[in-house]
């Protein structure tokens, strides 16, 4: 595992994070994110190309929980973030997962 920092992209807009990504991991990588807008942001960005892991928790956690409950859901579906083929955008849950990325719109109606 690779992390934003180790790839000196801590704070870089998200394009830069993929392309140094690209550059310095050899075979196939998945990018493991709670960036929920990423897609949004950056529209005009190739994102179909790339394997991507949304993970989503419940945003009344706080402190340690976010923590664990990020843990959690890493390690309840690793074996199928690990499977994972460029272009695959799953968004991973605790109890489950979808084969699709989160909505920013479907998040904040959630939370109005």
């Known amino acids: 595992m690779t992390t ?3 790839l000196g992209a801590q704070g870089r807009p998200d394009p830069d994070v993929i392309r140094r990504a690209e550059d310095a991991v050899s075979g196939s990588w998945v990018l ?14 190739g994102w179909r190309e790339y394997a991507i892991a ?13 923590e664990q409950s990020k843990m959690n859901v ?6 199928v973030i690990v499977a994972q083929a460029r272009g695959d955008h799953f968004t991973y849950f605790e109890a489950r997962h979808d084969k699709v990325p989160p909505s920013l ?7 109005l």
């Open 54 to 66: 949304w993970v989503a928790i419940n945003d009344q956690l706080r402190g340690a929980a976010v």
């Open 105 to 111: 719109s479907t998040q904040l109606r959630r939370r």
């Open 74 to 79: 890493v390690h309840r579906h690793a074996h």
């Open 4 to 6: 934003v920092g180790e």
């Open 32 to 45: 493991v994110t709670m960036d929920t807008s990423m897609i949004e942001d950056h529209l005009r960005f």
